[in-house]
């Protein structure tokens, strides 16, 4: 266990794990569930016709010789359903060369509030393999709605899977580590400002900026908000096309809102107008 992330051994690994990779010299992560044989099952963006998911795609060409448009593993390696994020790879094209690391379940606040890195760990708890695996083979033929960096990404679908847990329309931010770390940084040093006059110099000013962020990590921690909702997977496209549908009229009303208010402004004009020729003598 350590403080950025839990390096884990592929002989170590077990049907239904949470597994990891980072990407780009470390600036993110990218998560997946292992379910045996060597595969993972994995969320990234939409393939466009006649492509594979963005991760997909890079991941098997650069395990790519001698022009061949197959993984050198597996034949159904960067098997994914048309409109749909979900992808099954070989675990060698999911980590690209990268290390292996486990997400941890169940941890103490203490060592989640340890963590250097969000996207490592969490303080709920995970489901038995057996359950976790059917959520990501299901997904796998049925989706997982649209990738968003924020609000539905790799981490929240590993996330779902382990604990069958979803986030309710109006949170705003998904269940994913990584993206709470990424809102938290710079929400940190803003409302840790107040505090520059009172923390004794740079020493003290980060030390209140790092709990600050922190503070925002473990609240939004999937272990500890209690607007979390478990659903069953078989009921889960349901559950995602509500959020979508709510999502549209909520935008089709902000859409509207700019109109009703034109219309507000020239009502008193119109009355007035209809007052004025009433007004008038009859001729």
């Known amino acids: 266990m350590g403080l950025l992330s839990h390096r884990v051994e592929r002989s170590e690994l077990k049907p239904g794990d949470h597994i990891y990779t980072w990407r780009a010299a470390y600036s993110y992560s990218h998560h997946g569930i292992y379910v045996g044989g060597s595969k993972v099952v994995h969320f990234t963006r ?31 390696c960067g098997f994914q359903l048309p409109e749909s994020g979900v992808v099954l790879t070989c675990l060698d094209c999911f980590l690209r060369d990268g290390s292996l690391h486990g997400f941890e379940y169940g941890v103490p606040p203490a060592v989640f509030l340890a963590k250097l890195r969000g ?47 979803i986030l309710p329309s109006e949170a705003g931010i998904g269940r994913s580590g990584q993206a709470a770390s990424a809102v938290g940084v710079p929400l940190a040093a803003l409302f840790s400002t107040p505090f520059r006059l009172m923390s004794g110099g740079p020493l003290g000013m980060f030390a209140v900026t790092a709990g600050v962020y922190c503070a925002g990590r473990y609240i939004t921690d999937i272990g500890v908000r209690k607007d979390v909702l478990k659903i069953e997977v078989e009921n889960l496209s349901a559950h995602l096309g509500w959020r979508r549908a709510k999502a549209e009229e909520e935008s089709v009303k902000k859409q509207q809102q700019p109109g009703k208010a034109v219309a507000t402004r020239l009502l008193p004009l119109k009355r007035k107008r209809d007052s004025d020729l009433l007004l008038q003598p009859v001729k």
């Not at 650069?62 to 448009?69: A, D, E, F, K, M």
């Not at 590993?158 to 847990?165: E, F, I, V, W």
């Open 46 to 76: 939409k393939k466009e016709a006649g492509t594979a998911g963005l991760d997909s795609a890079v991941a098997i060409s650069s395990l790519i010789s001698g022009g061949s448009p197959e993984c050198p593993t597996f034949p159904d």
């Open 119 to 165: 996207g490592t760990c969490t303080t709920a708890a995970s489901d038995p393999p057996e359950p976790v695996v059917h959520r990501a083979m299901y997904l796998l033929q049925n989706g997982f709605g649209s990738y968003d960096v924020f609000e539905n990404n790799c981490e929240d679908f590993a996330l779902y899977c382990k604990t069958g847990l």
